[in-house]
């Protein structure tokens, strides 16, 4: 019995060997050290069993601290901690020999911490985190969620992915409460963040962009992509995408969507390199767009005489272009059936207008003809308007 009590002595006086006075620190995690924040006083007891009273404080084996001040004959006093001062603090008994040994590392109690989530596809999301600042004190996070204000569940971290955790079988239109929860050893402190699945959608970038000239089509490219790998093809979460283009040394990037998974560009300078990216967003515009994928190049199209040393100008204007100059609207997807509706509607306007504008005559017409009737200068004045705005034929 009487030696179990000594034994169980011995591992309290070692675990008071690490204890401090201040309430702000304690041990955590690592044994043997001892946690400060910045700007406060701490106080290390020497707790050896040396009997004897007197004892000498070493930092980093130097008997020399400037800083530190004995409360009494054992402890050492730290005012106004700084990280200058973090280092390992020996207390030695009176013939030098080491009575007890602390790693003090000074640091920020932990802040909130900002707090970003996106979702790839509709299934899965992640969070990721910044450290609410530089810290040398060790931190963990603990991470949680809610849906619909029901009991918490955990958000999953990767111990290879630092700095993020996931949500899997993620639900649309439902409410999710985030808490991502800072800890060190000076406390914790958490951030909640509200989001909704579709509303943090990012898909990444569309994959095996490529692009090539079209043979006889000096302004045209062919461009192609797929889908990203990570995105879920499924009937109902479809993606559409944009393509940006310019010229090498251009600086100013032209831009077309499309729902498909190609797309022609109408416009591209003659025998000049061209850069193209892609990117991908929900076809229903929820969430973001995509990063840009990765970049491909290519140079349209150019016949052998002028293709090499020819300025690019004389191309444009000695060669005669087998494609016409100008985009038409609808040449994005090249679906016939929309230029079609487009040719149709376009009938339609012009016919609209044509109406208009002989109503609108035939109505001056009589206006004039009454007034003329009732003379004076109001007539006059008013075929004078109305003889210069339609053409000769018509008023003769
Ligand atoms: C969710 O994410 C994980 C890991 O990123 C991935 O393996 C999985 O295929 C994704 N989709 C679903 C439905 O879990
Ligand atoms: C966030 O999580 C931490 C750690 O689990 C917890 O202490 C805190 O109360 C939570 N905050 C809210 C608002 O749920």
Not at 101 to 116: C, D, F, R
Not at 147 to 154: A, C, F, Q, S
Not at 157 to 163: L, S, T
Not at 366 to 381: E, H, I, L, S
Request: glycine content about 6%; overall charge negative; hydrophobic content about 40%.
């Amino acid at each position: 019995m009487i030696s179990l009590a000594s034994c169980l002595s011995r591992v309290i006086v070692f675990v008071a060997v690490v204890a401090i006075s201040t309430v702000l620190s304690h041990t955590w995690e690592e044994e043997g050290v001892v946690y400060g924040k910045i700007n406060d006083t701490i106080t290390l007891q020497c707790n050896g069993h040396n009997g004897s009273s007197l004892v000498e404080w070493k930092f980093n084996g130097s008997p020399d601290i400037p800083w530190g001040f004995f409360t009494n004959v054992r402890d050492l006093q730290l005012p106004n901690v700084e990280p200058s001062v973090m280092g390992n603090y020996t207390c030695h008994g009176q013939e030098g020999e080491q009575l007890s040994s602390v790693l003090l590392k000074v640091g920020h109690p932990p802040g909130i911490p900002s707090v970003t989530c996106r979702a790839s596809d509709y299934h899965n999301f992640s969070c990721y985190w910044n450290p609410s600042m530089e810290n040398v004190l060790p931190t963990r996070y603990i991470t949680s969620y809610r849906v619909d204000k029901g009991v918490p569940e955990v958000c999953v971290q990767n111990p290879a992915v630092p700095n993020m955790c996931s949500v899997r079988f993620s639900k649309l239109w439902t409410l999710y409460r985030m808490n991502i929860t800072e800890i060190n050893p000076l406390g914790s402190n958490f951030r909640i963040l509200d989001l909704y699945v579709q509303s943090i959608v990012k898909p990444d970038p569309p994959e095996n962009l490529s692009v090539e000239p079209i043979p006889q089509a000096p302004r045209r490219l062919r461009v192609t992509w797929a889908y990203p790998p990570t995105w879920p093809q499924e009937p109902h979460f479809q993606l559409k995408f944009r393509i940006q283009y310019r010229p090498v040394l251009y600086m100013v990037w032209s831009v077309v969507e499309t729902a498909n998974l190609s797309d022609i560009i109408t416009d591209a300078f003659v025998g000049v390199e061209h850069i193209l990216q892609v990117g991908a967003r929900d076809f229903l515009d929820a969430g973001t767009w995509s990063e840009w994928s990765p970049e491909a190049r290519a140079t349209p199209w150019t016949s052998e005489e002028i293709s090499g040393s020819v300025p690019e100008i004389v191309n444009e204007t000695t060669t005669e272009e087998p494609e016409p100059e100008f985009r038409e609207p609808f040449a994005d997807n090249g679906d016939p059936a929309e230029k079609v509706a487009v040719l149709i509607s376009l009938g339609v306007f012009a016919f609209v207008v044509l109406a208009l504008f002989l109503i609108a005559g035939a109505f001056i017409w009589m206006r004039v003809d009454r007034t003329v009737k009732y003379g004076g200068m109001k007539a006059d004045f008013l075929t004078a308007i109305h003889m210069k705005a339609l053409p000769k034929t018509q008023i003769l």
